[in-house]
């Protein structure tokens, strides 16, 4: 059993839709990351979260720690979205994390 | 961007053989990681290092052995590759909580195992 479950596993979207990804956990956790990763390979992260909501630009992403649950929110989507997005968390000194949730994005 | 590298960038091995990736950071950050990416199974750890020579194992240790000499290298190490360890590397980065803001991903190493 994963120890942190995403969905959906793909996602397409028409550009300028509203998208939602999600992620569940069930270790404990110091942190949530965000990260994406590029159709080339390349991964950056997104976001760090504890608690609450944090914005940068179109994205959103919230986090609930009595649930174990997080949410990534992109609006207004475009093609340049189109990335596997990745929900990783902090338990003790390691990382773990979902197995992704590929987006695409038509224009 | 942080300073991450990972050399090789590709390698193309045969079963057997020893194999040697690199990570190189610049950024002075003391915790190193390495992961490996396969199809469904997303990124998953091999072995992390806390410090100079302070290591340890992953989820997916076995077969694999990492050295950290200094602060800016981080070393794995097939001893004998086989074709279960065909995988995209990934090096990465952190400061330990609360002062980690996020990690720092090299841009990977394909490796491949014939």
């Known amino acids: 059993k994963n120890e942190v479950e995403q969905s959906p596993q793909n996602l397409t979207a028409q550009e300028g839709e509203f998208i939602t990804i999600n992620c569940s956990y069930s270790?404990?956790?110091?942190?949530l990351h965000w990260l994406q990763q590029h159709p080339g390979g390349g991964i950056v992260s997104l976001f760090m979260?504890?608690?609450g909501k944090k914005k940068h630009g179109r994205l959103i992403a919230t986090i609930n720690i009595q649930e174990k649950h997080s949410s990534l929110h992109i609006t207004a989507s475009h093609p340049r979205d189109t990335a596997v997005y990745i929900c990783?968390?902090?338990?003790?000194?390691?990382?773990?994390f979902g197995t992704g949730t590929s987006l695409t994005v038509i224009p | 961007d942080a300073g991450i590298t990972q050399s090789p960038r590709h390698k193309v091995t045969e079963t057997g053989t020893p194999v040697t990736l690199r990570c190189h950071q610049t950024e002075n950050h003391r915790y190193m990681y390495w992961y490996r990416q396969d199809p469904g199974h997303g990124l998953r750890l091999i072995h992390y290092?806390?410090?100079?020579?302070?290591?340890d194992k992953g989820e997916v240790s076995d077969g694999y052995s990492v050295s950290r000499s200094k602060t800016e290298d981080f070393l794995l190490t097939l001893e004998s590759a086989t074709s279960s360890q065909t995988s995209v590397y990934f090096c990465a980065t952190s400061e330990p909580f609360p002062r980690t803001d996020t990690q720092y991903f090299g841009p990977g190493t394909r490796l491949t195992v014939l």
């Open positions: 290092s806390y410090g100079v020579k302070d290591t």
């Open positions: 979260l504890s608690s």
């Open positions: 990783a968390v902090l338990g003790g000194n390691q990382f773990y």
């Open positions: 270790v404990g956790i110091s942190a």
